[in-house]
């Protein structure tokens, strides 16, 4: 990971199937990009939302 980077949750549609993924980058634009690399141009994105990072519970 690079510096400044953040949790992406995107929804996106390919072959008539919603899936959901998360991406970490810098920008939503970014975000966008990488899922287009990933999905061949292919995917629709939905929805694109930075996620908070995750809590760590000590045990």
């Known amino acids: 990971m690079r510096c400044g980077t ?9 072959d008539g199937r919603e899936q959901t993924t998360f991406i970490h980058t810098r920008t939503p ?5 990488q899922l287009r690399l ?3 141009g292919e995917g ?3 929805t694109l939302r930075q996620q908070k990072p995750p809590v760590k ?3």
């Open 44 to 46: 629709k994105i939905i």
């Open 6 to 14: 953040k949790c992406f949750s995107v929804t996106y549609e390919v």
């Open 57 to 59: 519970i000590a045990e």
């Open 29 to 33: 634009a970014e975000a966008r990009k």
């Open 38 to 40: 990933d999905t061949n």
